[in-house]
């Protein structure tokens, strides 16, 4: 039994290498597929299990889906705590080894809700990306040796747009540092972080479930007091609860994409998506209350 196991695996690998099958990679969300597409370049095009509009933290995986990731060679996803519907499918379905979670990359800066809760969005924070890229370029080389050189290469590469990327959002935001923002779901944590924003309070938690009145009306009282200057919602979600907040008061309130819903898919959806943030995110701040 074992020599058949072994005798399937190395024709497999054989098979792989003689024919130069394209390497097989998938990914979670668009803002990861947009990563992965900088370091596979040419090479391939990683394909992508959640449209920009779908919500990450609640999905009913379809048998396409599931498809799709038994066929992959390899898979970048953000990790369990954004997905956890994810994670058995990777266990049962995925090739050992073939799961790389972008969140148990060393040196990750990692935000948390609570002691045990880790605040998974943190690819809005471009220095995690930057780190990210180094990660997936190896994790492809070792799966597509052929290509390492241009795995590496592009990453390079990708590092200085994502460099570049910090310092023009450092600038942009450059002067409303220090503005107050109500966000819809607990989603901008990282970003915060990374660009000295202060978020007041959240309109959902972290696994973006419904507020209830008394949070409501606490958060109308922190606009009325003057206290807010921007109010962030999510893309693509629902604004009735965000007019409620905001209902009589003149604070300015956004939509911000935080997922690349907005934004063709591909190796400039990600850089594309933190400048629109930015600057969507400088206005609102900026404008007069
Ligand atoms: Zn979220």
Request: some cysteine.
């Amino acid at each position: 039994m074992r020599i058949f196991f072994f005798s399937v695996l190395t024709f497999w690998h054989i098979s792989h290498a003689a024919t130069a099958e394209p390497l097989r990679v998938l990914t979670d969300i668009a803002p990861v597929q947009s990563l992965v597409a900088m370091v596979m370049g040419n090479v391939g095009i990683p394909g992508v299990l959640l449209d920009g509009n779908a919500d990450p933290h609640h999905v009913q995986l379809r048998p396409s889906q599931v498809r799709a990731i038994a066929r992959a060679d390899l898979v970048f996803w953000v990790g369990e705590p954004l997905t956890p519907w994810l994670a058995d499918p990777l266990k049962s379905i995925v090739r050992p080894g073939a799961a790389n979670a972008m969140l148990k990359v060393p040196g990750t800066t990692l935000l948390y809700f609570d002691k045990a809760q880790v605040d998974p969005h943190a690819w809005l924070d471009p220095e995690n990306a930057r780190l990210w890229v180094d990660a997936i370029a190896t994790s492809l080389a070792s799966a597509d040796p052929v290509h390492s050189d241009t795995y590496r290469t592009n990453a390079n590469r990708a590092k200085i747009i994502l460099s570049d990327l910090t310092v023009r959002a450092h600038k942009s935001l450059n002067g409303v540092q220090g503005g107050n923002l109500i966000t819809a779901h607990d989603s901008l944590g990282y970003f915060a972080n990374r660009f000295n924003l202060t978020i007041m309070a959240t309109l959902a938690d972290g696994e973006a479930a419904a507020p209830g009145p008394a949070h409501i009306s606490a958060l109308r009282k922190l606009i009325a007091n003057n206290d807010i200057a921007c109010v962030v919602s999510d893309y693509g979600q629902p604004d009735d609860r965000i007019r409620t907040l905001t209902d009589g008061f003149s604070v300015q309130s956004i939509p911000l994409d935080t997922s690349g819903a907005l934004l063709p898919a591909g190796p400039t959806l990600y850089p594309d998506m933190i400048r629109a943030m930015a600057d969507a995110m400088s206005g609102c701040v900026a404008s007069p209350r």
